[in-house]
Nanobody, 126 residues
């Protein structure tokens, strides 16, 4: 059974940092592009960041560029999201996702991802 499990969320003040982790099990995603998405209350799912299967290419939403860093450790089947200078508008449930086909390019569209985690809550107070 394929599973993606996020961790690392929490309640922090504006300006703080958090590091989210995504642990994959059930299959290896070392050759699959992966990404982070978020959903705030009352809003649609929003792309945050994506990373190629090698980890050599990354792509960010304009709203997080320069503050968030996506990375991965294929040996551990893990992906990370380092979030710095957090703002109240970053408050959301953050989900990790993986593409189904090996070698597929990273994408900002959630429709291109086949596997999803349940999410971890990030709350940033002002």
């Amino acid at each position: 059974q394929v599973q993606l499990v996020e961790s690392g969320g929490g309640l922090v003040q504006a300006g703080a940092s958090l590091r989210l982790s995504c642990a994959a099990s059930g299959r290896t995603f070392s050759q699959n592009a992966m990404g982070w998405f978020r959903r705030a209350p009352g809003k649609e799912r929003e792309f945050v960041a994506a990373i190629s299967w090698r980890g050599s290419s990354t792509y960010y939403a304009d709203s997080v560029k320069g503050r968030f860093t996506i990375s991965r450790d294929n040996a551990k089947n893990m992906m990370y999201l380092q979030m710095n200078s957090l703002k109240p508008e970053d408050t959301a449930v953050y989900c990790c996702a993986a593409r189904y086909y090996s070698g597929a390019s990273y994408s900002p569209s959630g429709d291109d991802y086949a596997y999803w985690g349940q999410g971890t809550q990030v709350t940033v107070s002002s």
